[in-house]
């Protein structure tokens, strides 16, 4: 909808419902916009610490802590505790997505789950798979419904915006 129509012919409280949507902010963007200009700012004053600061994150190199560098096994260790963290992230992950999606929530909860579970507790594929693909299939329902309730929305608009240009 044009923006000028609709302030000319909808009253202002019906207005905001013929906006477009919008993305949602992202603050986190605009503080890193306000470093890059606070930057760029010290920069052009001529401060060398900004500078250097500037050259440091272009060259991609980080601070080294005070205690020096860490050990090949620490390193080791960092990487193992790490990819445990992410790999129960992905099992909690699943398991919050069984709990959302109706037909495996009603699977679990009558027990009829694919349980092939090794001892570490990860699921198996196939019940990986299954989940996967009774998400595509939900995703694929609320994206239909969602294209009907847009296309709903907008002719909604079209005969409000009909009812309120006509001349009484």
Same mark, same amino acid.
């Given at each position: 909808?044009?923006? =000028?129509?609709?302030?000319? !012919?909808?009253?202002?409280?019906?207005? #905001? !419902?013929?906006?477009? /949507?919008?993305?949602?902010?992202q603050?986190?963007?605009?503080?890193?916009?306000?470093?890059? &200009?606070?930057?760029?700012?010290?920069?052009?004053?001529?401060?060398a610490?900004?500078?250097?600061?500037?050259?440091?994150?272009?060259?991609?190199? #980080?601070?080294?802590?005070p205690?020096?560098?860490?050990?090949?096994?620490?390193?080791? &260790?960092?990487?193992?505790?790490?990819?445990?963290?992410?790999?129960?992230?992905?099992?909690?992950? !699943?398991?919050?997505? /069984?709990?959302?999606?109706p037909?495996? #929530?009603?699977?679990?909860?009558?027990?009829?789950?694919?349980?092939?579970?090794?001892?570490?507790?990860?699921?198996?594929?196939?019940?990986?798979?299954?989940?996967?693909?009774?998400?595509?299939?939900?995703?694929?329902?609320?994206?239909?419904?969602?294209?009907?309730?847009?296309?709903?929305?907008? =002719?909604?608009?079209?005969?409000?915006?009909?009812? !309120?240009?006509?001349? #009484?």
């Amino acid at each position: 909808m044009d923006p =000028e129509t609709v302030k000319r !012919y909808i009253p202002p409280k019906l207005q #905001r !419902y013929f906006l477009p /949507c919008t993305t949602k902010e992202q603050p986190h963007l605009a503080l890193l916009r306000e470093r890059k &200009a606070e930057l760029k700012r010290r920069v052009d004053a001529g401060d060398a610490a900004a500078l250097a600061e500037v050259h440091e994150i272009r060259a991609g190199k #980080r601070r080294t802590n005070p205690n020096g560098l860490l050990s090949e096994q620490e390193k080791k &260790a960092n990487h193992i505790a790490s990819e445990q963290k992410r790999r129960a992230n992905i099992r909690k992950g !699943y398991d919050m997505l /069984c709990d959302t999606l109706p037909a495996l #929530r009603a699977r679990k909860l009558n027990g009829k789950m694919d349980d092939t579970s090794d001892p570490e507790g990860r699921a198996g594929v196939s019940s990986e798979l299954t989940v996967l693909d009774e998400a595509i299939e939900v995703l694929e329902q609320r994206l239909n419904e969602h294209r009907e309730l847009v296309a709903r929305k907008a =002719e909604l608009q079209t005969r409000i915006l009909d009812a !309120y240009s006509t001349p #009484r």
